[in-house]
């Protein structure tokens, strides 16, 4: 079985390489980092340096809850699904790290085929007008500024307090009934890529429609494939391990040396976030402890 890794990375090249290097066998790798780091040659030259590296791309300037995040996301997909024949295709970030041995990582989805792994929860479009769709029915500029920033986020809710003020609200979506949100990393097998660029040519409107919504990677890949039950299996397990306890100043939390024992015990492949240089000691314990187990 083959697998193509597709790695969505805006920073410490150094993490990702040890990312990268852990998929020695059966796996394909691809990286785009974020056209605003500057990749220096040394990384370029490590990177390319492990066999599995198919491609490294800087195509994107990729903004945090922007549009922008989806569209590098659907880019990797199309180069990896269109240059090989990967019966599963995993999207990963440079923050993540595994937690099982690569043999452990090879069994499960030897074992798994076809079922497909993400995040699917359902919201029901009949709910339009609860608060929680506000991301959907109000404009997010965040491809225009860092919402991260205190600037940014004024900006961002200056321009929603004006649209409430105005009463401007975007109409429902028209294609589903139900749209699934969760996070955007999964586990998916090829005829659910197939599926996902096939309706993305055949279906721009709700792609376009997501322009200028919160967070839109979390909804699109989600929402297509979750409402068709009947072709694709769904695991509603992304597989990796997250801690949404705002623990060392993020949420979801950066993890550190004192959640090896949770992560060990979890059924994830994977953790987020590592953050370096926070996340030091746990990767060097999970590359003795878990790794070459």
Same mark, same amino acid.
């Given at each position: 079985?083959?697998?193509?890794?597709? *790695?969505?990375?805006?920073?410490?090249w150094?993490?990702?390489?040890?990312?990268?290097?852990?998929?020695?066998?059966?796996?394909?790798?691809?990286?785009?980092?974020?056209?605003?780091?500057?990749?220096?040659? %040394?990384?370029?030259?490590?990177?390319w340096?492990? $066999?599995?590296?198919?491609?490294?791309?800087? %195509?994107?300037?990729?903004?945090?809850?922007?549009?922008?995040?989806? %569209?590098?996301?659907?880019?990797?997909?199309?180069?990896?699904?269109?240059?090989?024949?990967?019966?599963?295709?995993?999207?990963?970030?440079g923050?993540?790290?595994?937690i099982? $041995?690569?043999?452990?990582?090879?069994?499960?989805?030897?074992?798994?085929?076809?079922?497909?792994?993400?995040?699917?929860?359902?919201?029901?479009?009949?709910?339009?007008?609860?608060?929680?769709?506000?991301?959907?029915?109000?404009?997010?500029?965040?491809?225009?500024?860092?919402?991260?920033?205190a600037?940014?986020?004024?900006y961002?809710?200056?321009?929603l307090?004006?649209? /409430?003020?105005?009463?401007?609200?975007?109409?429902?979506f028209?294609?589903?009934?139900?749209?699934?949100?969760?996070?955007?990393?999964?586990?998916?097998?090829?005829?659910?890529?197939?599926?996902?660029?096939?309706f993305?040519?055949r279906?721009?409107?709700?792609?376009?429609?997501?322009?200028?919504?919160?967070?839109?990677?979390?909804?699109? /890949?989600?929402t297509?494939?979750?409402?068709?039950?009947?072709?694709?299996? /769904?695991?509603?397990?992304?597989?990796?391990f /997250?801690?949404?306890?705002?623990?060392?100043?993020?949420?979801?939390?950066?993890?550190?040396?004192?959640?090896?024992?949770?992560?060990?015990?979890?059924?994830?492949?994977?953790?987020?976030?590592?953050?370096?240089?926070?996340?030091?000691?746990?990767?060097?314990? *999970?590359?003795?402890?878990?790794?070459? $187990?």
């Amino acid at each position: 079985m083959k697998h193509a890794i597709l *790695i969505l990375a805006h920073k410490d090249w150094e993490q990702t390489a040890r990312l990268v290097r852990y998929f020695s066998k059966n796996c394909k790798v691809y990286l785009h980092f974020d056209n605003k780091f500057p990749l220096p040659g %040394e990384a370029l030259r490590v990177l390319w340096s492990f $066999s599995q590296t198919q491609g490294i791309y800087q %195509e994107k300037n990729v903004h945090w809850g922007g549009f922008s995040l989806l %569209e590098t996301e659907l880019y990797l997909l199309s180069r990896a699904y269109a240059d090989n024949e990967a019966d599963y295709f995993h999207l990963l970030s440079g923050q993540d790290y595994p937690i099982v $041995s690569l043999a452990r990582f090879l069994h499960f989805f030897e074992s798994s085929l076809p079922a497909n792994y993400l995040d699917c929860k359902p919201w029901q479009l009949s709910e339009w007008k609860d608060e929680r769709f506000d991301w959907y029915r109000y404009f997010f500029p965040y491809d225009e500024v860092d919402a991260r920033t205190a600037i940014g986020n004024t900006y961002i809710q200056e321009r929603l307090r004006v649209q /409430i003020n105005n009463g401007e609200q975007r109409p429902p979506f028209t294609m589903f009934d139900t749209i699934f949100k969760g996070s955007q990393w999964f586990s998916v097998t090829r005829d659910a890529v197939r599926y996902v660029l096939e309706f993305s040519s055949r279906y721009p409107d709700f792609l376009l429609r997501l322009k200028d919504t919160f967070a839109p990677e979390e909804t699109y /890949i989600n929402t297509i494939l979750c409402n068709r039950p009947d072709l694709f299996r /769904i695991e509603s397990h992304n597989l990796r391990f /997250i801690l949404w306890t705002g623990e060392n100043g993020n949420n979801p939390s950066h993890l550190s040396l004192k959640h090896f024992a949770d992560l060990a015990a979890s059924d994830a492949l994977f953790a987020r976030k590592m953050v370096y240089p926070l996340c030091t000691e746990l990767i060097d314990k *999970i590359d003795h402890q878990l790794l070459e $187990s």
